[in-house]
C-alpha cells in the first residue's frame, strides 16, 4: 500500500457491531466493504442506517456489499463482527478477501478467540485482537441503535511480526483508523490482559440477562443481583491474576459504576438467546474457567452461571 493511501477496509459479519464501525469507518473517508449474509438484500437495495444516541441519524447508502467474500478486492484490513461461535467457519472468506500482508482484527469477547482461526489462515497475514467498549444492537436489516459508548481496545496476537515493537506499530496502525472515525482507541501491549479486563463485564451482565431475564437497569436496581455482580467481578479479577495478569485496583468498581450512569442495555448475549442463536459460552466463561482451573484457581461462582447457561441454550436451541 502507498504512503499516503487509506486503507481498504473489509468488514467479516455486518452485524451490530460490523455495521456501525463500518459505517463510521466509511464517513470517514475510508474504502469500506461489507459481507453479508440474510441481509445482502436490505443492505445492497437500501444500505446501513444507524440511530445513534452519541452521533446522531447516520445513513450510508449505498453501501458496498457483497454476498461471497470472492466478489470482494483485496482488503488490507479486515475487522471482524461475526460471533466466536462462527469462526473456525470464517476462514475461507478472510483468506479470500485479503490483501498480502493483510491484518486480521477479530471485534469479539471473550478469552483466546483468535487461537481456533490461527492455525486456519497464511501464516502470512496478522491477526490481532479488538476489545469493544459500545452499546450497540441490530434492530433490523441493515439498521443499527448505538446507545453508548463506543471505544475499541486493539492487541497483537500473531503473524509475520516477532518483535514488540513492530507488533505495537501495526496496533497502532489499527486504533489510528478507529481514531481518524472519531472513535476513541488505545493499543493494548497484552492482549490477554486486555481480554480479562473486559469480562470483568462481560461476564456478569451477559449471562444474567439471559438467566434472569432482564437488562442493565433492572439488575443494578436490586440489591441480590448487585452483590451477585459483584461477586461475579471479584472472581473474573481473581482468575486473571491467577493467570498472572494485572488489573487495576478499582478497576471492577468503575466499571460498576459505569454500568449503573449507563443507558438500558440488553447485552449481546441476551440478543443471542432471543433469536435462538449459540450463546458464546466457551469464550466468554469455558476458557476463562479452564484457564483459572489449569493454576489451581477455582471460580465456582462463574462455573455455576456457565452451568445455568449451557443448560438454558441447549434447551433454547
Same mark, same amino acid.
Given at each position: 500500500m502507498q504512503a499516503g493511501v487509506k486503507p481498504r477496509i473489509g468488514m467479516i459479519g455486518t452485524g451490530a457491531i460490523g455495521g456501525f464501525y463500518g459505517v463510521m469507518l466509511a464517513r470517514a473517508g475510508f474504502d469500506v466493504h461489507f459481507l453479508l449474509r440474510s441481509e445482502f438484500g436490505a443492505v445492497a437495495d437500501g444500505g446501513l442506517q444507524v440511530d445513534s444516541a452519541v452521533h446522531g441519524a447516520l445513513t450510508l447508502n449505498p453501501a458496498q456489499a457483497y454476498r461471497s467474500a470472492a466478489d470482494m478486492p483485496p482488503c488490507d484490513w479486515l475487522l471482524v463482527g461475526a460471533k466466536t461461535t462462527s469462526n473456525a467457519d470464517l476462514a475461507p472468506a478472510i483468506i479470500q478477501a485479503a490483501a498480502d500482508g493483510a491484518k486480521v482484527l477479530l471485534l469479539q469477547n471473550g478469552l483466546d478467540v483468535e487461537d481456533e482461526l490461527r492455525p486456519l489462515l497464511p501464516d502470512s497475514l496478522h491477526l490481532l485482537g479488538g476489545l469493544c467498549l /459500545?452499546? $450497540? *444492537? &441490530? $434492530? #433490523?436489516?441493515? $439498521? /443499527?441503535? *448505538?446507545?453508548? !459508548? +463506543?471505544? $475499541?481496545? /486493539? #492487541? @497483537? *496476537?500473531? #503473524?509475520p511480526c516477532n518483535h514488540q515493537a513492530e507488533r505495537m506499530a501495526i496496533v497502532e496502525q489499527g486504533a489510528g483508523l478507529f481514531r481518524s472515525a472519531g472513535i476513541d482507541s488505545q493499543a493494548m501491549p497484552d492482549l490477554q490482559q486486555a481480554r480479562w479486563q473486559k469480562l470483568v463485564w462481560n461476564v456478569p451482565y451477559n449471562g444474567l440477562s439471559v !438467566? %434472569? +431475564?432482564a437488562s442493565t437497569t433492572p439488575l443494578m436496581a436490586d440489591d441480590h443481583s448487585r452483590g451477585l455482580i459483584q461477586a461475579l467481578m471479584g472472581e473474573v479479577v481473581r482468575g486473571a491474576q491467577a493467570c498472572g495478569h494485572h488489573v487495576a485496583p478499582g478497576y471492577a468498581e468503575y466499571l460498576f459504576a459505569m454500568t449503573e450512569k449507563m443507558p438500558d442495555y440488553w447485552p449481546s448475549m441476551y440478543h443471542d438467546y432471543s433469536h435462538k442463536r449459540a450463546l458464546e %459460552?466457551?469464550? /466468554? @466463561? +469455558? &476458557?476463562?474457567l479452564a484457564a483459572a482451573k489449569a493454576v489451581g484457581c477455582e471460580l465456582p461462582k462463574i462455573e455455576a452461571l456457565y452451568q445455568a447457561l449451557a443448560f438454558i441454550d441447549r434447551r433454547n436451541r
Open positions: /459500545i452499546c $450497540v *444492537h &441490530r $434492530v #433490523g436489516p441493515g $439498521v /443499527i441503535a *448505538h446507545q453508548a !459508548l +463506543g471505544a $475499541v481496545n /486493539i #492487541g @497483537y *496476537h500473531s #503473524g !438467566l %434472569l +431475564g %459460552l466457551e469464550a /466468554i @466463561y +469455558g &476458557r476463562p
